[in-house]
């Protein structure tokens, strides 16, 4: 579904990714870990089409097609969306209008926005004033609404309480597994593929992961389970688990 | 009474602020336009009057007031008990008492607009409002440049009185067949004691017209003005720049004025409000676009008494280069304690806002478009649903993407 070769980006006249390859194949979900500041926020940036992301080098194909120098809205089209960590601002843009337009004219996710704990936020600005739960709740139902294919999901858990927690694991849950299929959890058989950063672990309770990737100084690593990744990161940090997998390779 | 003489002088006189216009170049604007019984009748000015925020049934409207040039061609009241809407002229045959107000807020001689239209006696509307009357649905008056080469001369006159209450819905436009031609329309506004007054103005001209409206507001105790002023659509050279004297303790004025500036438009646009009794308050916000023309932003306050409020904002996007955008906020203080202040920016949209619009699959153009549509009119408040539609239609049409 997404394959990326050789990428390199610069951002801000630096350059922060230094050869990326990466693959997500169709309906898996990939975990990212590595320490803040090793690129993967860069990293689903540059798969976004972010302006402020500078491809260098290499190359981003999703669902077969050389997306590298598209657009945003382009990118969005095919089928790629982001849950990002820090939104702008927008003044005067109502979220409403945003999950209106960007439902192509499909309401149901409007309404459902009480679901998503989002009762009179639809007539707010966008993200104007909203605490970090709410920003996490109105990108998922924006994302909802959306409908991708492959979604970017930065720090979906970060800085929000332990309620609102179960409430985005579910809502990430449903963005990411056939509706249509009964159970929840594994055993269904997911029909969106993702790229997630976690530092805690704490949303794979809810969505499983298939395989993960450490990052550091942009560069990937490795790759492994991702519990066994995690486990590794939990008891011996970025720089133990670094050590070792580099005398292995 | 003004000395002619003294008044014809200041023919000569050139206005503070924006190009100088002569208006001797221009014919005479038609007197006596064609009558309409009924706006739906009006088949050739039917479109530019909705343009422009007019509701051609005359449904959630008290009335309708449309001039023609110089003439009056419509005049509509279905709120006889509590307002009287006639042609000025007519009003001043008819009360005696209007030179207690007639030319009181405006100055003839405050230049050659002003002394042009004292010296023709012009016509315009006479909107009175009695005293506690409050009216639930607007009043709508629209002024029509129509012929072209001409100048059309206004003075209106708005009285609220103690207690009552009203909204004016008011729109200027040229018809298809103007475009090189001068409006120049005064208006004196007077809001009594407890009275309060909304006043929408919605203009849409054509790529050389030029446009000198002299707009004066006289506020009593506890009295209530808010401006609203649009301008979306290209234009000649136009300047503006209406007052608010707040005499009454507790009054307040408050101007909101949006303008997109075209290429080959030339706006200078503001307001000023004075400040001259006790626990008065004011806002003037200025929300611009830029997209080729220019334009002047202009924003004083003045506080002359104690216990005044005021917040004066202008700010300007600018879609690309080849404009120009000049803010000009100014606050003047006499006394002490006075609590006032601005803030003015300009700058382009921010990139990131627009590429989180796009990853939701909204085009850049429909991005930028949703961005300053919110940026213009999301802020303004108090601002007629009705006009709303028109706004965003406007930006539709003004392409910002591109």
């Not at chain 1, 970060?158 to 597994?177: F, M, N, R």
Request: charged residues 25%; hydrophobic residues 35%; negative net charge.
């Amino acid at each position: 579904m997404l394959e990326i070769k050789d990428l390199h980006v610069e951002a801000g006249e630096k350059e922060i990714l230094k050869g990326i390859n990466l693959t997500v194949k169709e309906g898996e979900t990939c975990v990212l870990f590595g320490p803040n500041g090793s690129g993967k926020s860069t990293l689903l940036a540059a798969i976004m089409g972010y302006g402020t992301c500078k491809v260098t080098k290499g190359t981003i194909a999703f669902k077969g097609q050389d997306i590298t120098n598209m657009t945003v809205d382009q990118r969005a089209k095919l089928g790629i969306g982001m849950m990002m960590q820090r939104p702008p601002n927008v003044v005067g843009v109502k979220l409403g209008d945003i999950v209106k337009v960007a439902g192509k004219g499909d309401d149901s996710a409007i309404k459902n926005a009480a679901k998503f704990k989002l009762n009179g936020f639809l007539e707010r600005d966008v993200n104007v004033g909203f605490s970090g739960g709410e920003i996490k709740r109105s990108e998922l139902l924006q994302l909802t609404a959306q409908k991708p294919e492959f979604v970017l999901l930065d720090e979906p858990e970060s800085g929000v309480d332990l309620e609102t927690i179960d409430l985005i694991g579910a809502k990430v849950h449903d963005l990411l597994y056939d509706p249509k299929a009964c159970g929840v959890g594994n055993a269904v058989k997911r029909h969106v593929a993702s790229l997630v950063i976690t530092h805690t672990g704490q949303i794979l309770d809810y969505i499983g992961a298939d395989c993960a990737y450490i990052m550091r100084d942009g560069l990937i690593l490795c790759s492994g389970r991702p519990m066994d990744l995690l486990k590794d990161i939990r008891e011996k940090g970025y720089g133990e688990c670094v050590k070792c997998r580099m005398v292995k390779m | 009474m003004q000395n002619g003489e003294d008044v014809k002088k200041a023919l000569g006189k050139t206005a503070a602020y924006g190009s100088d216009i002569d208006i001797d170049r221009f014919d005479e604007g038609t007197y006596k336009p064609e009558q309409y019984e009924n706006l739906e009748d009006a088949k050739e000015y039917k479109d530019r009057m909705t343009d422009v925020g007019m509701a051609t049934d005359e449904n959630n409207r008290s009335g309708s007031i449309i001039f023609i040039d110089n003439g009056m061609s419509h005049c509509s009241n279905k709120e006889q008990e509590g307002v009287e809407l006639m042609s000025t002229n007519d009003a001043r045959k008819k009360y005696d008492w209007l030179k207690d107000y007639y030319w009181t807020a405006v100055d003839p001689q405050k230049d050659k607009y002003t002394a042009k239209t004292y010296l023709e006696d012009s016509d315009g509307y006479f909107i009175h409002v009695k005293a506690g009357y409050a009216v639930k649905n607007p009043v709508q008056t629209c002024m029509l440049l129509n012929k072209n080469k001409s100048i059309q001369n206004l003075h209106n006159i708005i009285i609220v009185d103690e207690g009552a209450s009203l909204e004016i819905i008011t729109g200027c436009a040229t018809s298809s067949h103007a475009n090189d031609a001068l409006h120049v329309g005064v208006s004196e506004i007077f809001v009594k004691d407890n009275a309060s007054l909304k006043f929408s103005m919605i203009h849409n001209w054509n790529t050389e017209t030029g446009v000198r409206p002299r707009t004066v507001a006289k506020m009593g105790k506890d009295a209530h003005f808010i401006n609203n002023y649009v301008l979306l659509n290209p234009v000649g050279s136009l300047q503006s720049y209406p007052a608010a004297l707040l005499n009454g303790e507790g009054s307040s004025a408050a101007f909101n004025t949006m303008c997109l500036s075209h290429k080959g438009s030339n706006i200078d646009t503001g307001g000023m409000v004075v400040l001259n009794a006790k626990k008065t308050s004011a806002e003037i916000m200025s929300r611009s676009i830029v997209k080729g023309g220019q334009i002047i932003a202009r924003g004083r306050l003045v506080g002359n008494a104690p216990g005044a409020k005021a917040h004066l904002e202008c700010r300007s996007i600018m879609i690309d280069d080849g404009g120009s955008s000049i803010a000009i906020p100014e606050l003047e203080a006499h006394v002490a304690d006075v609590e006032m202040t601005h803030e003015a920016a300009v700058g382009k949209i921010a990139r990131d806002q627009i590429e989180y619009l796009m990853s939701r699959g909204i085009s850049e153009d429909d991005a930028v478009s949703m961005i300053v549509k919110g940026f213009l009119s999301g802020s303004i408040n108090g601002l007629p649903l009705s006009l709303k539609k028109e706004i965003d239609a406007a930006i539709e049409k003004a392409n910002l993407g591109s």
